[in-house]
């Protein structure tokens, strides 16, 4: 568990840190996966230059909305763990069905609701793994 957020000035703290994460993240993703495409799209002898070309447009699109997804579930998720005064795998779900209402909102509102359902219960059964499962422990 995590340290329950003393002030909402924590938790927007913490909330852009985990954007900045995100950014990076989500930009060096973009590189590889573009440099890919634009050499697969690239006419030969020009491959080299063309992914470059489409890693300089395009990936840092990808890190931008990875970060604006990161700073949803983070705010959303930091917000209800300080006003609940518990940290647990509700606020991981809600903060997933923000981050799925805000970003498909604009194809219509049940189309935000229902990727905002799928989001928050992935959220909820990554959050409610425990770790024992996950990694593989040895008897001493």
């Known amino acids: 568990d995590q340290e329950i957020p ?3 000035s924590d938790v927007a703290t913490e909330s852009i840190g985990n954007c900045g994460t995100a950014f990076a993240s989500g930009t060096f993703a973009g590189c590889v ?6 050499a697969y799209l690239a ?18 699109l990808l890190g931008g909305s990875i970060a604006l997804w990161s700073a949803i579930f983070h705010t959303s998720k930091g917000g209800l763990t300080w006003a609940r005064g518990k940290d647990d795998p509700y606020n991981a779900s809600a903060g997933g069905f923000l981050v ?17 359902l ?12 425990p770790a024992n499962r996950i990694y593989l422990h040895v008897e001493k």
């Not at 996966?33 to 634009?38: A, E, K, P, R, T």
């Not at 020009?46 to 990936?59: E, G, M, S």
């Not at 799925?100 to 905002?116: D, K």
């Open 43 to 60: 006419p030969k002898g020009q491959r080299i230059f063309f992914a470059l070309k489409h890693v300089r447009d395009r990936a840092t």
């Open 118 to 129: 799928r989001i928050g219960m992935l959220c909820y059964v990554i959050y409610t793994l």
């Open 6 to 8: 003393a002030t909402l």
């Open 33 to 38: 996966y573009y440099s890919g495409v634009g």
């Open 100 to 116: 799925g209402l805000v970003s498909n909102y604009r194809v219509g509102l049940s189309n935000g609701i229902r990727e905002g």
